[in-house]
């Protein structure tokens, strides 16, 4: 007898909620959709962690996204057509996945946010006035990471005395990267030597002009490179020149020695929260400034103990222990 009475109470209740203004708006907003156009400068492992680590991030938010995802394939032109696309299909909001492309964007859209993932130096690219808050509709999370206390750590381990570095004469991340290893090495009393490439065809002959100077090989996060690495690999590993890489993500299948750097994948979802706040309205692209990463966990260190062995070095067992991933018999073991 006290079923009826209660039921109805529920559906005056739910009735009430639906006609309330409240209830409404949060209708609305479940139901909005955003057209979002992500530009990458190339398509290579990290960059497409970063990607789907903010797509995962935003599913997970409960947003309604449509994606047009491109890729520049590496060509400055490309990123500014793409950059001219997303402006003409009216896009809510732009994503620069790499130095080259998220200048592109910038470039053409002086409203619309952009949020960039993957920029070693937004201010020094010119994407941001300053690293803080500021009024422009541009900002996001940059991947710069601790070059000099890399290279210490990597020549310690090695006893390398010269590192090598290979980077993108014509990219502002690549020419970065550069300046931030060479003063590494100054500062630390070793030699450097460099090669400049334009295109990822060409890193293959430019370490091959190199490794026979070096000791160690620097590789940190530039795109255009890194989307080679597998010459670098090959090349290195035949001159039993030990590798050092920024990038995890690309490390998987090179016969690198050391690893140390960021968790793309992890990046990605800070790209994303990043996205949701201006999706929100709870900031700007320009509020948000630049977003560095200075949580270890975001990190990771690997090290390849067949390599070492292979090169006769000898790892201190407490940076064995503190690896998120070693090799052992050619497989990379998660820890």
Same mark, same amino acid.
């Given at each position: ?104 964007? /910038? ?16 201010? $020094? ?39 090598? #570095? ?63 690495? /597998? ?7 035949e001159a039993q020149v030990? #590798? ?54 975001e990190f990771e260190l ?5 390599? /070492? ?21 050619? $497989?990379? #073991?998660?820890?």
């Amino acid at each position: 007898m006290k079923k009826g009475p209660t039921i109805g109470l529920i559906g005056a209740v739910l009735l009430a909620l639906c006609v309330s203004p409240l209830f409404a708006a949060a209708q609305q907003e479940s139901q909005e959709s955003y057209a979002i156009g992500v530009s990458k400068i190339v398509t290579h492992d990290a960059l497409d962690a970063i990607e789907q680590g903010m797509m995962d991030y935003l599913a997970e938010q409960g947003f309604s996204i449509q994606y047009d995802s491109q890729s520049a394939n590496g060509d400055i032109s490309t990123a500014a057509s793409i950059a001219q696309k997303f402006k003409a299909d009216q896009v809510d909001l732009a994503v620069g996945i790499g130095t080259p492309t998220a200048q592109s964007l /910038a470039n053409v859209f002086t409203e619309t946010p952009v949020v960039f993932g993957g920029i070693t130096d937004p201010l $020094e690219a010119g994407l941001v006035p300053t690293y803080e808050s500021n009024s422009g509709n541009v900002g996001g999370v940059s991947d710069k990471n601790p070059v000099y206390d890399q290279i210490k750590l990597f020549s310690e381990i090695t006893g390398a005395e010269t590192i090598g #570095i290979v980077f993108t004469s014509g990219e502002a991340n690549g020419v970065q990267l550069r300046d931030m290893v060479r003063e590494a090495t100054q500062d630390l009393g070793l030699g450097f030597v460099e090669a400049g490439v334009s295109n990822s065809a060409e890193v293959k002959s430019a370490i091959l002009s190199i490794v026979n100077r070096i000791d160690g090989l620097y590789i940190g996060t530039d795109n255009t490179v890194v989307s080679a690495i /597998a010459s670098l690999s090959t090349v290195c590993d035949e001159a039993q020149v030990p #590798i050092f890489t920024a990038d995890p993500t690309s490390a998987v299948n090179i016969e690198y020695f050391m690893v140390w750097g960021f968790n793309y994948y992890k990046h990605g979802r800070k790209t994303g929260e990043a996205v949701a706040q201006v999706l929100r309205g709870e900031k700007t692209a320009g509020e948000l400034g630049t977003i560095f990463t200075t949580d270890p966990e975001e990190f990771e260190l690997w090290f390849n103990l067949d390599k /070492a062995a292979e090169l006769d070095i000898v790892i201190d067992e407490d940076l064995v222990a503190s690896a998120a991933v070693i090799r052992v018999d050619g $497989e990379n #073991i998660t820890r």
